[in-house]
């Protein structure tokens, strides 16, 4: 059974990067070409896609965010991550790895950006 | 397109039918999944594909589509069918994610 598991610190500075880290179990990253990626929901409102990857190796991102994103995949540790530059409060939510369109979401993790 | 739009809110009563739309330009060429929020947890995947539901997914929900507009339908609502809703699907170039606003589902 696939399995996700977010993980990162839960407060980061403004201005700062934000850092998360996603490890799959139950199956490996590489072995079939999945789509993959972080999906994001700010306390009270709705799910916003940030960006994926296929196992292949194409990388996609919101054209919103895309100057600030980095999606970076670790096959050695069966683990991708997510950098966000230059955070602002707009960026507090919880911050889901996913498989979209799929059953297969990690728990998610809060980040509160604020000094 | 890169949007899909559904309504903020709709209410049902207790045993009754709901339908839920997510309208856009994209869906005429992707399948649409559905997924349900309860307050605090992840979304649950409840319609995939064509109209596929995942296990242990009750079968008073289902999913169909027309055009540019993907629906899902819940026969006879519970109580605790009562959740945000949100469509999910993919934009024209089929490489972007695309998810709706939201539908917050009320049962009376």
């Known amino acids: 059974q696939l399995q996700l598991q977010e993980s990162g610190p839960g407060l980061v500075k403004p201005s700062e990067t934000l850092s998360l880290t996603c490890t799959v179990s139950?199956?490996?990253?590489?072995?079939?070409?999945?789509?993959w990626g972080w999906i994001r929901q700010p306390p009270g409102k709705g799910l916003e896609w940030i960006g994926s990857?296929?196992?292949?190796?194409?990388?996609y991102y919101n054209s919103s965010l895309k100057s600030r994103v980095t999606i970076s995949v670790d096959t050695s540790k069966n683990q991708f991550s997510l950098r966000l530059s230059s955070v602002t409060a707009a960026d507090t939510a919880v911050y889901y790895c996913?498989?979209?369109?799929?059953?297969?979401w990690g728990q998610g993790t809060m980040v509160t950006v604020s000094s | 397109s890169s949007e899909l739009t559904q309504d903020p809110a709709v209410s049902v009563a207790l045993g009754q039918t709901v339908r839920i739309t997510c309208q856009g330009d994209?869906?005429?060429?992707?399948?649409t999944s559905w997924y349900q929020q309860k307050p605090g947890q992840a979304p649950v995947l409840v319609i995939y594909?064509?109209?596929n539901r995942p296990s242990g997914i009750p079968d008073r929900f289902s999913g169909s589509s027309s055009g540019t507009t993907a629906s899902l339908t819940i026969t006879g609502a519970q109580a605790e069918d009562e959740a945000d809703y949100y469509c999910?699907?993919?934009?024209?170039?089929?490489?972007?994610?695309?998810f709706g606003g939201g539908t917050k589902v009320t049962v009376l």
């Open positions: 996913a498989r979209p369109w799929t059953n297969i």
């Open positions: 139950g199956g490996s990253i590489s072995s079939t070409n999945y789509y």
């Open positions: 990857f296929y196992s292949s190796g194409s990388t």
């Open positions: 994209s869906l005429r060429n992707y399948y």
């Open positions: 594909g064509k109209n």
């Open positions: 999910n699907s993919r934009d024209s170039s089929g490489n972007h994610v695309l």
